[in-house]
């Protein structure tokens, strides 16, 4: 493909770039570098689908620019505040600076959305993640959030980015993000915990140390997770000798500091449930009483079905499996993990076959290879129990 070939897709690229908030001088400068690669990479291997791959690295050098921009603005801004600092002590002190990813993160939650589409336009957008992905922390269908994002997209087409969104926004894409990293096939947990570090740094708020506190007791666990040829190994399992303490004790340190401020929030609730685990030696000195209590505070303050998902599982751990099923009735068939953590429930409660039937259905709908292998592994065990 020659050059004028190439710049038959310069109208909708640079149309595609306007629509997601680029200026058009940067969007043109953008796609002009685009296709300058694409003269460069195309001869040795031409992609298979040319306007996404133009999309895709256009977009990167509009963020590139946009980062290097931000950086140049704030150094200057720093040189001012250091330059008035010096030159009297009623000068105001320099603004704490932030990364540029997380500057973004801001720019990209505008206050012209709503909330949920600020986080699913921020996640495709800066967060690197696939419309499926996000789709699937949402629990909606992929042509639900494609239609989402396009809709938000929609709005922010011509508005000014000078106005960032809100910390609870941002909050929540780190934790997306983070949920993708620690479960996902996308490696994006040291990204997340960097931001939301950067974040607790420069913004005192209980809720973004709760949520660094979560990031940091479920990442503390991140060597124990899998075995040697790669097998997930479920958290009662897990050699906890393996666990990182000293981020399991800066993890405790933050939370506790912010559950002081007595302002709870999803986060804050979050993190102490992952304490609890934490704090044991073993899987079996778990102290499920209080985490079932903690679960009560996180259904009042969201009401998410994940959310009760889990607490059937603490609360069969608390007060039996059929205590655990009871509550598991009152969560949608439809949830994700829902089969699983049935499967779990009545292989306790004594019932092997319907436990086999459910591990071999969850197996069927899980998010990730690892998770589907261990799936099969637990249906194959009861189906075929070792002779005696």
Same mark, same amino acid.
């Given at each position: 493909m020659d050059e004028t070939e190439l710049r038959h897709f310069t109208p909708s690229v640079l149309s595609i770039l306007v629509r997601r908030g680029a200026d058009f001088a940067a969007a043109e400068d953008a796609v002009q570098d685009a296709l300058i690669e694409a003269l460069q990479v195309w001869p040795h291997g031409p992609p298979?689908?040319?306007?996404?791959?133009?999309?895709?690295?256009?977009? !990167?050098?509009?963020?590139?620019?946009?980062?290097?921009?931000?950086? !140049? !603005?704030?150094?200057?801004?720093?040189?001012?505040?250091?330059?008035?600092?010096?030159?009297?002590?009623?000068?105001?002190?320099?603004?704490?600076?932030v990364d540029d990813t997380l500057h973004l993160y801001f720019l990209c939650a505008h206050p012209s959305l709503t909330p949920s589409s600020a986080v699913a336009l921020t996640l495709r957008a800066v967060g690197g993640l696939t419309t499926r992905q996000i789709a699937q922390a949402y629990l909606v269908p992929e042509s639900t959030m494609a239609q989402r994002i396009s809709r938000a997209k929609r709005t922010v087409s011509g508005v000014r980015f000078d106005r960032p969104g809100d910390v609870a926004t941002v909050l929540?894409?780190?934790?997306?993000?983070?949920?993708?990293?620690?479960?996902?096939?996308?490696?994006?947990v040291a990204e997340a915990i960097r931001l939301t570090r950067q974040l607790a740094a420069a913004i005192d708020h209980p809720e973004v140390q709760g949520l660094l506190a979560l990031m940091l007791l479920h990442h503390a666990r991140r060597d124990a997770r899998f075995s040697a040829d790669g097998r997930l190994i479920p958290l009662v399992d897990q050699d906890r000798s393996r666990w990182d303490t000293a981020a399991i004790t800066?993890?405790?340190?933050?939370?506790?500091?912010?559950?002081?401020?007595?302002?709870?929030?999803?986060?804050?609730?979050?993190?102490?449930?992952?304490?609890?685990?934490?704090?044991?030696?073993?899987?079996?000195?778990?102290?499920?009483?209080?985490?079932?209590?903690?679960?009560?505070?996180?259904?009042?303050?969201?009401?998410?079905?994940?959310?009760?998902?889990?607490r059937a599982v603490a609360v069969g751990e608390a007060d039996g499996p059929r205590a655990g099923l009871a509550a598991l009735t009152e969560v949608d068939g439809s949830v994700p993990r829902h089969a699983a953590v049935a499967a779990y429930l009545h292989e306790r409660d004594g019932d092997p076959a319907t436990a086999a039937r459910l591990y071999a259905e969850a197996a069927h709908h899980a998010p990730n290879l690892a998770e589907r292998e261990h799936l099969v592994r637990q249906a194959a065990r009861l189906s075929n129990p070792p002779s005696r």
């Open positions: 298979t689908e040319p306007k996404g791959w133009l999309v895709a690295v256009a977009w !990167r050098r509009f963020l590139d620019a946009t980062r290097a921009d931000a950086a !140049r !603005r704030r150094r200057e801004r720093l040189a001012d505040a250091e330059h008035h600092t010096a030159s009297g002590p009623g000068a105001a002190a320099p603004t704490i600076a929540r894409v780190l934790y997306l993000v983070f949920n993708e990293g620690y479960s996902g096939d996308v490696d994006l800066e993890g405790v340190d933050i939370l506790q500091a912010a559950l002081t401020r007595d302002r709870l929030g999803e986060f804050q609730a979050q993190a102490a449930i992952a304490a609890l685990h934490a704090d044991e030696p073993t899987a079996a000195e778990t102290d499920w009483v209080q985490i079932v209590e903690w679960y009560d505070e996180l259904t009042r303050l969201t009401d998410s079905p994940i959310v009760r998902l889990n």
